[in-house]
T-cell receptor, first 116, second 110 residues
Framework: DTGVSQDPRHKITKRGQNVTFRCDPISEHNRLYWYRQTLGQGPEFLTYFQNEAQLEKSRLLSDRFSAERPKGSFSTLEIQRTEQGDSAMYLC??????????????FGPGTRLTVL | GNSVTQMEGPVTLSEEAFLTINCTYTATGYPSLFWYVQYPGEGLQLLLKATKADDKGSNKGFEATYRKETTSFHLEKGSVQVSDSAVYFCAPFYGQNFVFGPGTRLSVLP
């Protein structure tokens, strides 16, 4: 399967703990996006990378959140000192952007985080 | 800021019924418009898109037309099937990323 993969699929943690999620995009895609989706809502944009550069961060991304894409391939999203309000599905998507404009984003299955 | 309004669900239809899911967006700039679908237990996947006014996107019997004058991109299908049961998201693309609607859950009964 050459789609976007995410690991783990589910994570249960206690409040105050740190968690890290991984996303492996489609191999030739240069853009990688992180979204958060809560129950009954659409995905909300968090941040995106073009190659290894983080180009935009939403104000939803508090200083407890950090994302990296060190070699322009896989990405990690870390949440420090988790809070119950962080419980959500975290989605990763990738796209190939050759020219300016909108391109289809391919989504992974998501990581469901539950903070107890 | 940029936003999108989408018809609230859930929507329950009988097989072969006509489907409309309304979507309107804020007219900041000139976004490309997308519909994504999420089938049970699966990730989001692109259903169709339109990039300029009066363009019609279509796929799997679904259609949506980019209406600049009404800032709308309503999703339609003439005859739904049980396999169309899913959550549908309207998503304008502003700048460098999407603004997703809240989603409309569709259930099609046999």
């Amino acid at each position: 399967d050459t789609g976007v993969s995410q690991d783990p699929r589910h994570k249960i943690t206690k409040r105050g703990q740190n968690v890290t999620f991984r996303c492996d995009p489609i191999s030739e895609h240069n853009r990688l996006y992180w979204y958060r989706q809560t129950l009954g809502q659409g995905p909300e944009f968090l941040t995106y990378f073009q190659n290894e550069a983080q180009l935009e961060k939403s104000r939803l991304l508090s200083d407890r959140f950090s994302a990296e894409r060190p070699k322009g391939s896989f990405s990690t999203l870390e949440i420090q000192r988790t809070e119950q309000g962080d419980s959500a599905m975290y989605l990763c998507a990738s796209s190939l952007v050759a020219l300016a404009g909108a391109n289809e984003q391919f989504f992974g299955p998501g990581t469901r985080l539950t903070v107890l | 800021g940029n936003s999108v309004t989408q018809m609230e669900g859930p929507v329950t239809l009988s097989e072969e019924a006509f489907l409309t899911i309304n979507c309107t967006y804020t007219a900041t700039g000139y976004p490309s418009l997308f519909w994504y679908v999420q089938y049970p237990g699966e990730g989001l996947q692109l259903l169709l898109k339109a990039t300029k006014a009066d363009d019609k996107g279509s796929n799997k019997g679904f259609e949506a037309t980019y209406r600049k004058e009404t800032t709308s991109f309503h999703l339609e299908k003439g005859s739904v099937q049980v396999s169309d049961s899913a959550v549908y998201f309207c998503a304008p693309f502003y700048g460098q990323n999407f603004v997703f609607g809240p989603g409309t859950r569709l259930s099609v009964l046999p």
